[in-house]
């Protein structure tokens, strides 16, 4: 992968796609490396940080995860908001007492030309998607194709040594003695979510969530698909793409 930094000339707002095991991750860190003025904005990481910090959102957030139900979607959009007035990126609320300084309507508030973010984990769905768009008008969403049977023999040959958290792939990676760890020698596991049943039903789960949503911004205009064996295939395609569209 080339280490050449580029500079946004427009804000990129833009949500990655894929089925589990394609590869969001990796390309969202080339993505923020490549373009700096990213930021990443992922919504699960921004719960566990309000849960740590006993924010009056997190205290919400952990009550609803206590009591076994899935945090509401009103509660992650209050974190993403939270988060993009705390960079800057959002006026904050004006109080009818003082005259706004914002040249926004409070009911839809105006997000600064200047940001530019990956959002990670959110939405998952067409109703995320809907209640979003009041808030983020999001403007580049990538749909990521990797063939199914690639995905799974990735997962297949994907082993790892539990305590150092150290990832050995038979394909590309391999251990220098079969099923045992480089540094200690103790021996390898397969990861309990990297059964191909617990994927299959992982992904069969996505394709049911994600029709509705990518077809929610084909409407919008600002759907890219994007196809590829490995996230090598992959990157210089999507590189080339946010170039054409942003800088």
């Not at 609803?64 to 904050?92: C, T, Y």
């Not at 009818?96 to 030309?113: D, I, K, Y």
């Not at 540094?183 to 191909?196: F, N």
């Amino acid at each position: 992968m080339s280490h050449t930094t580029k500079q946004l000339k427009k804000a990129a707002r833009i949500i990655l796609v894929g089925a589990p095991g394609v590869g969001k991750g990796t390309q969202s860190e080339r993505l923020l490396a490549r373009f700096p003025q990213l930021a990443s904005i992922s919504s699960g990481d921004l719960l566990r940080e309000n849960v740590r910090r006993k924010t009056a959102l997190g205290l919400q957030a952990e009550a609803a995860m206590q009591s076994g139900n899935l945090v509401p979607d009103s509660m992650i959009l209050s974190l993403i908001s939270s988060e993009l007035k705390s960079k800057g990126w959002l006026p904050p609320p004006s109080s009818s007492s003082e005259p706004s300084t914002s040249q926004s309507s409070a009911s839809n508030p105006t997000l600064s030309p200047s940001a530019s973010f990956i959002l990670d984990g959110f939405p998952r769905t067409a109703i995320q998607a809907t209640s979003l768009d009041s808030l983020v008008p999001v403007n580049f969403v990538v749909n990521l194709i990797t063939p199914p049977s690639v995905i799974l023999s990735r997962i297949a040959s994907r082993w790892v040594h539990e305590p150092s958290g150290r990832v050995y792939n038979t394909d590309f990676h391999a251990p220098k003695v079969p099923g045992k760890d480089d540094v200690t020698g103790e021996p390898l596991t397969q990861r309990q979510d990297d059964s191909i049943d617990t994927w299959m039903q992982r992904l069969r789960k996505f394709e049911e969530t994600s029709r509705a949503l990518l077809e929610h911004y084909d409407r919008r205009g600002c759907l890219w698909r994007v196809e590829g064996n490995s996230s090598d295939e992959i990157s210089p395609q999507l590189f080339a793409e946010v170039e054409r569209r942003f800088c």
